[in-house]
Structure formats: C-alpha cells, structure tokens
C-alpha cells in the first residue's frame, strides 16, 4: 500500500506545482486586461477554477499522503523531513497568498504589479527545488 500512496503523493505533487506555476502567471495577464472586459471576466473563471479545482485538492491530497509517508515510514525523527516540512509549509503560505489574489483579482481589485507577479511566479519553482533536494539527497 506504501509504494501506492507514494504514488498518490507524487501525483498530487506534480498538480499542485503546475497549478502554483501557472496561476502567478494567469495574474501577470489577467493585470494587462481592462477592468470589466471580457478577457478580464475569463481570467476570473480561469483562475477560479484552477484554484477550485486543481491547485486546492492537489495540496490537500498532496499534505495528507505525505504525513500517511513520514508517519508510516518512521521518518518524524529525520532533520531533512522537518527542513522539507517547513519548506512545504512556506509553500502552502504562497498557496494562501494565491488564493486571496484570485478573489482580489475577482473584486477587480489589483493590488500589484505584473512585475511584482513575475517575480512571485518564482518563489514555487524555489521552493519547488529545496524540498526535492531534501526528499532525495536527505542531506541531514
């Protein structure tokens, strides 16, 4: 059952990043379109149901199967877990931050810039790197 949730897990972790990859970017277009247009009113939907749909059940699957792996595989006691914990933490919190832009971004709110968006589109793909490092290389 072990090698099945481990599956499930990497499943679900490869949904989450394409979504946390592709939604900034759906942010930095969505920032180029009129208020009240219709491009505007598509990336509303385009971006609610990513988030809906794909990026929060992934990490859900993903932070559920990955506490049934460390549980089952005896691994609590391991640094590189708490290092990746934290790490997977940091990425959830981007997540939350995701979230709240989709629903400014859907009260025709725009807090930010495109530039700002660009260089958010990077803290997954960071976060992304550091947590496979520790999941394969356990350098503690």
């Known amino acids: 059952m072990y090698e099945w949730i481990k599956a499930l897990h990497v499943i679900a972790v490869i949904s989450w990043m394409a979504g946390m990859l592709y939604l900034p970017r759906l942010f930095v277009y969505h920032c180029e379109a009129e208020i009240g247009s219709k491009q505007s009113e598509t990336f509303k939907v385009m971006e609610r149901r ?30 590189w877990l708490h290092v990746k ?8 919190a981007v997540h939350g931050f995701f979230s709240r832009w989709v629903k ?21 793909t960071v976060l992304m790197i550091f947590i496979v490092i520790m999941v394969i290389v356990k350098p503690f």
């Open 85 to 92: 914990l934290a790490l997977v933490l940091a990425l959830s």
């Open 104 to 124: 400014d971004f859907a009260a025709d709110r725009r807090p930010h810039t495109q530039k700002f968006y660009r260089i958010i589109n990077e803290v997954p």
């Open 50 to 79: 990513l988030l809906k749909a794909i990026i929060n059940p992934a990490m859900i699957v993903t932070w559920l199967a990955g506490l049934y792996l460390a549980w089952s595989g005896g691994f609590f006691a391991s640094h």
